[in-house]
């Protein structure tokens, strides 16, 4: 935490424009890792494009714990932790099976606890710290998360690209 708010401190951070309002629940979130960038659908049509940032090291899709890869792969929503360490966090069921498999294969921990949250709790809304600096989660603005949070029930269908 110390770490972050020293990077905060000492790159700033990237005030981002404000977001449309988003009416109802969405069924769908797709995460473009090359591009940063999340797109939520509602009734098969997109209704936000949010940036976002990444695992510290997010080329390829999550091997290991602690590789600071973002997974990739078709997800759901599991749940919702209102008292993480970051504002907000809704849960993918990542690891699923094959992942475990493979860390297995691998004689590794295949991780876990891939969330979509807010920034360090610390921070302002509307504010993002830059680059890429999640353990292997996907982050957002304050704002954006609490907007996630409402309209994004457990269930909803997460697809991670490269």
Not at 18 to 46: C, F, H, N, T, W
Not at 49 to 55: D, I, M, N, S
Not at 123 to 143: E, H, Q
Request: charged share 20%; hydrophobic share 40%; net charge neutral.
């Amino acid at each position: 935490m110390i770490l972050i708010l020293l990077l905060w401190l000492s790159f700033g951070s990237i005030p981002l424009p404000p977001q449309p309002p988003i009416e109802g629940q969405i069924d769908r979130i797709v995460v473009d890792k090359s591009a940063r960038l999340m797109v939520l659908y509602q009734k098969g049509r997109p209704v936000a494009v949010w940036p976002v940032a990444l695992g510290f090291a997010p080329e390829g899709s999550k091997e290991r714990e602690g590789d600071g890869k973002t997974p990739e792969g078709r997800f759901r929503i599991d749940r919702r932790n209102p008292g993480s360490a970051f504002h907000l966090s809704l849960g993918i069921d990542y690891p699923r099976p094959e992942d475990r498999a493979a860390a297995q294969a691998a004689g590794v921990s295949p991780g876990g606890d891939i969330f979509f949250h807010g920034q360090p709790n610390a921070m302002p809304p509307g504010f993002m710290l830059p680059g890429d600096w999640t353990a292997g989660c996907i982050a957002l603005t304050n704002d954006r998360i609490e907007t996630l949070w409402r309209v994004t029930p457990i269930g909803t269908t997460v697809e991670i690209r490269p």
